[in-house]
């Protein structure tokens, strides 16, 4: 089913590059293991069950950790009206909804396809937004399901999180435990380990770039589904601002979750860290939605 979400070509094109970069990666990786494990059917089965088991169950994993469970309408009539407003103007399946337990403000969206999405939002997100507010970032997480980013970018994280987990694996297991020669086990734990860091650099670079112009994608696809882009710039200015001001625990729990979050779990002192940030700064999204209005004849 096609949404009315405006097709984006650009971010089209920008999601093919990067999976396609991506992919020429992935491969080169998994060469690279086999070449040093000698081993290709190990490679081959853990590669392929880390990725069948991020891509199905990316929902379950990011739910149980953002501690959020799913509601029914009768639990949260507001909320689901909401959501059942917006899909029915943007004409796509409703997602499922849930609500973290967090006092951190937030939003995200994850699910291997449209028929198959969670949207979550937390408990400190409900208290500090108004009705149009809230609409508007849940436009915003809408157009992320709407628009299949959500799989690319669960797809796309999968090479670091392979490569992290490869360079623990090589330390802990007992992979290596039988080889007599000591020093022919460090020389292939030094290459697994270089290889693992190079891919992980590589993709977590690319995945940083396309991050960034999904979520403006994003932003002003809700405000034209809304047509309201001064109420989308007024949630995004509370919940950053809110964001600073929580405590570091939450932040440090969510910030694994960044790149799928409304605005990212940073606090103070992250500007140093922007060049490499899953979202584009405040300014520059504020900027986006007041050219938005600019073209809706509103006021900012």
Known sequence: MRSRFRPDRQLSVRMVITMFLLGLLYVAFIAALVALLKSWILVVVVAAGLLAAQYWYSDKIALFAMH???????????????????????????????ISQMGM????????????????????????????ELEGVI?????????????????????????????????YSELFGGRRNDQNTALLLALI????????????????????YRELAADRAAAMLTARPSALASALTKVSGDIAR???????????????????????????????????????????????????????
């Open 246 to 300: 929580i405590p570091s625990e939450d932040l440090r729990t969510a910030q694994p979750f960044n790149a799928f979050f409304f605005t990212p779990a940073l606090g103070d002192g992250a500007t140093l860290f922007n060049l490499f940030s899953t979202h584009p700064s405040l300014e520059r999204r504020l900027e986006q939605l007041a050219k938005i209005s600019t073209e809706l004849n509103q006021p900012r």
């Open 139 to 171: 436009a915003h997480e809408l157009s992320h399901v709407a628009h299949r980013d959500v799989a690319v970018i669960t797809i796309a994280s999968f090479l670091g999180v392979l490569a992290g987990l490869l360079v623990r694996f090589a330390f």
């Open 105 to 132: 403000p937030n939003a995200f969206a994850t699910g291997r396809n449209p028929d198959h999405a969670v949207l979550c939002v937390t408990t400190g997100l409900l208290r500090r937004l108004e009705t149009e």
């Open 68 to 98: 959020a469970h799913e509601v029914s309408a009768r639990e949260q009539p507001h909320l689901h009206g909401i959501v059942d407003r917006l899909c029915a103007t943007a004409d796509m399946p409703k997602p499922r909804v849930a």
């Open 193 to 212: 380990m270089a290889v693992s860091a190079v891919v992980y650099t590589i993709s977590f670079l690319l995945i940083r770039a396309l991050s960034r």
